[in-house]
């Protein structure tokens, strides 16, 4: 018989496994590894969101529910993007997914034809280029840098539109480097979109994790709601990473065409979980707001500490992530990585596994304990004082 291998589909035989999955792996079989990798909160979910999934179990809430999701649940979602500023009917133009994940995946494969260029800034999380080529689209990445704070300009999204360009996708604020976008930069934006007639998925799952300026959500901004899927979800806000739960909205076409997809591979997102998220929409408000409080504490911590120890940051603005400098180590990403898990247990990950834009950088997700972080710095600023860089005054050009 010939080689399992060539019956598997070759788009997906050539998508390399996660980066970030691999550092986690080699942490994990490591003892006394302290993880500035995976994007997790460290937070158990808020007890109140845990037992109303306890309470639904005893009542015996364990049905499908709709495709759509809970109704209670949209009309709440419905209500938190209301206050964002965009309006939607909860039953039509909302669709409960399992995690953001499943909704990226649908709203592209709703979207792209084979052969369609979506257009994805770069840094940006790991699954965006592998699920526009499940999708058939051709990824055309935008490259952001440091020295712009890593945010996507208009004239860089005017540089790569061919009329093959279909769809954007956005995620601010952004994962891995912590960057935002204030509305002045999304509405030079939104100008280019509409010019050209694109079309945007717009990831706002750090959205609530916003410490500088004010998020906005792109759909609202003039014109954009036609034209736009935002995703969001209650992974990160809520710590609640393992329910898996996310959600999309936009126009009754495009939520009507997800749900097609939808009903045919999920049928629907777990019950147990839209319950706990109905109950942290209602009421988890004042737990968010602590834990978004201890990450601003911990973001200053990390930007302060790596540049005492000589690796240039910029501050990040939102979600939980830095994204220092390593590239006057003379070390690549990976070898830095790699050398400093081996070194001194501290997992980081490499910029470049997040694509052009994040070579000579690593993401640290600073989701962990002060002690931790602390710990982690002194670790960090041991490794570089062997290689004669700490505290060095080096100055990203």
Request: glycine residues 8%.
């Amino acid at each position: 018989m010939s080689k399992w291998s060539n019956y598997i589909n070759p788009t997906v035989r050539q998508i390399p496994p996660s980066g970030i999955r691999r550092f986690f792996d080699l942490a994990a079989e490591m003892e006394g590894v302290i993880s500035l990798g995976v994007g997790e909160p460290d937070f158990v979910t808020p007890w109140h969101i845990r037992e109303a999934c306890i309470y639904s179990l005893h009542r015996g809430s364990t049905t499908y529910t709709s495709n759509h999701g809970l109704l209670e649940l949209r009309e709440e979602i419905a209500n938190y993007l209301g206050s964002q500023g965009v309006h939607y009917n909860p039953k039509k133009e909302i669709l409960v997914t399992v995690g953001v994940s499943e909704a990226l995946d649908l709203a592209l494969r709703t979207l792209v034809c084979p052969g369609d260029e979506v257009i994805i800034p770069t840094p940006c999380y790991v699954s965006y280029l592998p699920c526009t080529e499940l999708a058939g689209g051709v990824p055309v990445t935008v490259a952001t840098s440091m020295e712009d704070q890593f945010r996507l300009t208009a004239d860089k999204l005017e540089a790569v539109i061919t009329p093959k360009s279909k769809v954007l996708l956005l995620c601010f604020p952004n994962n891995p480097t912590g960057a935002i976008m204030d509305r002045q930069n999304l509405l030079n934006i939104a100008e280019v979109v509409r010019k050209h007639d694109l079309l945007v998925i717009s990831d706002e799952i750090y959205d609530r994790l916003t410490y500088t300026g004010h998020h906005t959500c792109f759909a609202s901004l003039p014109g954009m709601q036609e034209r736009t899927i935002v995703l969001n979800g209650f992974s990160k806000a809520y710590a609640m990473t393992g329910w898996r739960l996310g959600y999309a909205a936009a126009n009754e076409e495009f939520i009507a065409a997800m749900t097609k997809i939808h009903q045919y591979t999920m049928l629907c997102a777990p019950i147990t979980a839209q319950v706990s998220a109905l109950e942290a929409l209602r009421h988890g408000k004042s737990a968010m707001q602590d834990m978004v409080t201890q990450y601003n504490r911990r973001r200053r911590l990390v930007v302060h500490g790596f540049k005492e120890i000589g690796l240039p940051c910029f501050e990040p603005g939102g979600a939980f992530y830095a994204f220092p400098y390593i590239g006057h180590t003379g070390l690549t990403a990976a070898e830095f990585a790699e050398s400093l898990l081996l070194e001194e247990k501290v997992a980081v990950i490499p910029g470049d596994v997040f694509g052009p834009g994040g070579e000579g950088c690593v993401r640290c997700s600073y989701a962990s304990s002060l002690e931790d972080l602390t710990e982690a710095l002194q670790r960090m600023g041991r490794f570089l004082k062997r290689r004669g860089l700490h505290n060095s005054k080096v100055v990203y050009l």
